[in-house]
């Protein structure tokens, strides 16, 4: 389990929505599987690219995604190693999920709130040992996170 902070930017026309991203996951911990003093600290960096299908009801938007992530996890070990070092390796996942977005009309539409539920599975799955105390951390086959936040519409026709 671990928070992250997204920063996007999207660009929409008509039905279709199209977000350009950062990802930033907390960083996690992880112990060799073999010795318990042997441990290492793990946080991942990815970009995104969501591209949505966006059916709307009143003030409230419900955009259907389908995602891509690629990203770098950066491993540290920590605990009792003599030389602790630093590593990364590539990660890439697919995935997709819905969105519910809601823009009060009584602030023009340009102040959006939203929640999302996402799906993803893991194309590469990268994993930090040591010798002789094994394997430390395994990124996971994939996640489903839930999200939360706000957008502001910078231009709008609307």
């Known amino acids: 389990m671990t928070a992250a902070l997204d ?4 660009i929409t026309t008509g039905r279709a929505r199209v977000e350009l991203g950062a990802t930033w996951w907390t960083p996690t911990e992880g112990t ?24 709307r009801w009143r ?17 540290r070990g920590t605990g009792a190693l003599p030389d602790p070092r630093s590593a990364r390796a ?3 996942a697919v995935g997709g999920g819905s969105t519910m ?3 009060p009309r009584r602030l023009g539409g340009r102040l959006g709130l939203w929640l999302r539920t996402e799906g993803t599975g893991a194309l590469t799955q990268p994993a930090f040992a040591t010798a002789p105390s ?19 519409r910078l231009w709008s026709r609307r």
Do not use: D, H, K, M
């Open 7 to 10: 920063l996007a930017l999207t």
């Open 32 to 55: 060799s599987t073999t010795n318990a003093r042997i441990r290492g600290q793990f946080q991942l960096a990815a970009a995104t690219v969501r591209g949505c299908y966006v059916p």
């Open 59 to 75: 003030s409230l938007e419900f955009p259907l995604c389908a995602a891509g992530q690629a990203g770098a996890v950066l491993g």
């Open 90 to 92: 590539t990660w890439i």
């Open 101 to 103: 977005l809601w823009r």
């Open 134 to 152: 094994g394997l430390v951390w395994r990124a996971g086959p994939g996640a489903l996170t839930v999200q939360g936040g706000a957008e502001l």
